[in-house]
């Protein structure tokens, strides 16, 4: 089944209930075989929201314009061997590894529309249409099952992509990201809202998450996110009440040794072991990592989904994006 036409911007809340719905389906205490996804404890299903509605608000919302002008596509090539991989070369030049997986079906009379889906920390992106997503949720297969082509990628520092990991920068990966919208707005087989801009969502977790925020306050391009526990804060969820997580961000900097990472990474984790502090200069760069103060340039339908347990990035992570979103106005739904 394709995904469902519509006339402009202004219905765009139906990628948001799709990817709800495919979510929902694939989680542990979801049975997409038998029955419709019901609602958990503490949970606001964002299906229960008309389109054009928020579904924390009775105020009609509606999407802003996106005025951002067509861009040449960058310069890609194809990887040897492999019908999915491609090497994008980015705005400064780092080659970042994308895997791309058209829905079987689209055509350039027929396009479709599409997903990207991030990883987690250190990891490379998903290549695998058969195996099971980030924490269960949702997988390349689903998505293209739900009618819509999926790009994966190497972010920046990590697997087959060159560079330095600079922890979801919006100067820096965000812009990678807006370099991955501009080669997919120039597939044949990929639905336009208008030249340059293609109907796209965002999905993934974690590191994954973090980097929805950050491209859709830069982008407008973006039509909806489902980021699942992501964080607002690397500052509150890894050094609140300035008390380091100093296990967590061991495991995090060791993690993130497979690639290239910012030596910041590892001198603030030093620090935090050796003297029980993190320095005043690394605590400024924590903080201009991932969400933070860009969730308030978001614009477009949100499910958030959190974890009770996770003591990383905590329910209160989540909670501080989706009160954000709601004050501003934007449909956002939050499921833990």
């Known amino acids: 089944m394709k995904s ?23 989680s542990p205490a979801g049975d997409g075989d038998t029955a ?9 299903m964002a299906t229960g929201s008309p389109p054009g509605t928020s579904a924390t608000s009775d105020v009609d919302w509606a999407p802003p314009p996106c005025d951002r002008p067509p ?12 019908a999915s991989d491609l090497d994008v070369t980015s705005f400064d030049g780092t080659s970042i590894r994308a895997h791309w997986f058209p829905h079987p079906d689209a055509t350039a009379q027929d396009p479709a529309g599409t997903v990207l889906m991030g990883p987690g920390w250190s990891l490379p992106g998903d290549t695998d249409v058969d195996a099971v997503g980030l924490f269960g949720a949702i997988d390349i297969g689903t998505l293209r099952d739900a009618g819509f082509n999926v790009l994966t990628w190497d972010p920046r520092g990590f697997g087959e992509s060159g560079g330095t990991a600079m ?5 820096v990966e965000g812009r990678d990201v807006q370099v991955l919208l501009d080669w997919v707005a120039a597939q044949p087989e990929v639905q336009l809202d208008d030249a340059g801009d293609p109907r796209l969502g965002m999905v993934g977790g974690s590191y994954g998450g973090g980097i929805q925020f950050v491209t859709a306050a830069r982008d407008c391009r973006v039509d909806a996110l ?37 030596p910041h990474a590892r001198s603030a984790m030093d620090h935090a072991t050796t003297q029980g502090t993190i320095s ?18 978001v614009e477009v339908p949100t499910l958030i989904v959190q974890g009770t347990v996770d003591t990383l990035f905590t329910l209160d992570e989540g909670v501080d994006n989706y009160r954000i979103l709601r004050d501003d106005g934007v449909p956002v739904s939050m499921l833990w």
């Open 226 to 262: 489902v980021p699942v526990v992501a964080w607002h804060s690397l500052v509150t969820s890894l050094y609140k009440s300035e008390a380091p997580k100093t296990g967590w961000g061991t495991l995090l900097v060791e993690a993130g040794e497979s690639g290239s990472v910012d």
């Open 36 to 44: 419709a996804p019901t609602a958990p404890r503490g949970t606001e």
């Open 167 to 171: 922890i979801d920068s919006a100067d």
């Open 71 to 82: 861009t040449e596509p960058p310069e890609a090539t194809a990887v040897p061997g492999s």
């Open 280 to 297: 005043e200069e690394d605590v400024a760069w924590l903080a201009e990592r991932g969400p933070g103060e860009l969730v308030d340039d």
């Open 4 to 26: 469902t036409r519509r006339p402009g911007r202004a219905h765009r809340t139906w990628l948001v209930v799709v990817l709800a719905g495919v979510v929902a389906a694939c």
